[in-house]
Structure formats: structure tokens, C-alpha cells
């Protein structure tokens, strides 16, 4: 069957906003005293903040939660960018008659933000976000989710990240898997998970999907 549908992850493979990550889990992490162990924290780039505010907050979860957020939105519109040739691929893969829908593990209102920031919401149809799937990344549940929203197979959809997060859930919903090699993980790191193809540039992404 051939494939019509592109799902993408959104940190990372569309959007550049790993400085602005980086620079909001250190203010949290200096406001709460929390050792930052050479950022170890930013491998859960990928993860709901929920379950990172758990993990190295504990009680204090809630804290955490709030001062991440507080933290970001001071920071977003100066540090958000949008990957170069992002729009352009994406617009072209539309005229070439691809579906393209967002998978991510971020939060609806953030989602809905970025994606009138950065104009993607002009091109993306279907946007899946940690509030609409019982279970987030690296289970399967968001890409099903968006399996449904566009009422097709595993078969029709391949799904397009930065992370082995996206890798499993993508394999998990039984769809095929592309990692990109300019967001948080290095090609070896994704390799290990084994995608069915990896990419480094958007470039291959149109060579692939014509």
C-alpha cells in the first residue's frame, strides 16, 4: 500500500527549540537547587513535562511543572525558530498531494501556539498532543491517535522524528519509521533503534516522497 500520509514529531525535527529547552530546564533546575549532572535531563527531551517534573522533582512536581512553563514563556519568541527549509519541504510535499498531521508530546496549548508562531499551521491538518492520548511517546497510543483522526492503516503512514522516542511509538503503532539526524539524537544513537531510514537533511526527505 502506499504511503500518503507523513506524521512528524514537532521538537526537534520541525521546530528548533532545543536552546530554548536547554536555557528553561536550567533556570528550573538552579531555582530548585536540582544537580544539573551535565544535563542528563535533556535525553527526556521527548518525554510529557509531567513525567520529567516527576522524575527530578518528586513532591515538589508541581513546582517544577509550573516554573518550567513560567520560565519558557518569558523566553519563546527569542529563542523558537523554525528549521531552514522546514515550510518550504512541507509545502511542497502538500503539493505533492502528502497528508501531513503532528505527533507530539507537548502540550495543546503550547502546540496550537507554536503552530501559528511558526506559520506550520497553514500546512499541518492534524496535530496529536500529550492531552489527546491515554499514554505518550514512546508507546504507541499518539500515533494511533493520529491513525485514527485521518481514518486510515498503519500501512498508509510513516512517522518522522528526531528521537527514539518517535522511533518506538512509530514501530509500536505499526507504521514505518524515519529518523532525522539535526534534533537531539546523533545518527548512532538512532541506529541503535533502527528505523527504516535515516535522513540528514529535508532534502532526502523530497527524494524519498516524490
Request: aromatic share 10%.
Amino acid at each position: 500500500m502506499t504511503i500518503e500520509y507523513l506524521l512528524f514529531d514537532l521538537d526537534g525535527t520541525l521546530i528548533n527549540s532545543l536552546p530554548l529547552i536547554e536555557k528553561t530546564f536550567k533556570r528550573v533546575f538552579t531555582t530548585m537547587n536540582i544537580p544539573w549532572n551535565n544535563g542528563e535531563v535533556l535525553k527526556t527531551v521527548g518525554l510529557p513535562l509531567r513525567q520529567v517534573s516527576r522524575e527530578y522533582a518528586g513532591e515538589k512536581e508541581l513546582e517544577f511543572f509550573n516554573l518550567y512553563q513560567e520560565y519558557q514563556r518569558e523566553d519563546h519568541d527569542q529563542l523558537i525558530k523554525i528549521y531552514p527549509g522546514t515550510i518550504e519541504t512541507l509545502r511542497e510535499l502538500r503539493n505533492r498531494k502528502y497528508s501531513l498531521g503532528i505527533v507530539t508530546s507537548k502540550r495543546r496549548a503550547l502546540v496550537d501556539e507554536e503552530l501559528n508562531f511558526t506559520g506550520l499551521n497553514e500546512l499541518i491538518q492534524i496535530s496529536v498532543t500529550v492531552n489527546d492520548a491515554e499514554k505518550p511517546k514512546p508507546e504507541p497510543d499518539p500515533v494511533l491517535k493520529a491513525l485514527q483522526l485521518f481514518n486510515i492503516t498503519p500501512e498508509q503512514a510513516i512517522y518522522i522524528g528526531d528521537s527514539w522516542y518517535d522511533i518506538l511509538s512509530g514501530q509500536r503503532a505499526g507504521v514505518k519509521t524515519v529518523g532525522v539526524t539535526w534534533g537531539m539524537a546523533k545518527r548512532e544513537e538512532l541506529m541503535e533503534y533502527k528505523p527504516d531510514i535515516i535522513v540528514d537533511s529535508w532534502d532526502e526527505i523530497l527524494s524519498i516522497f516524490k
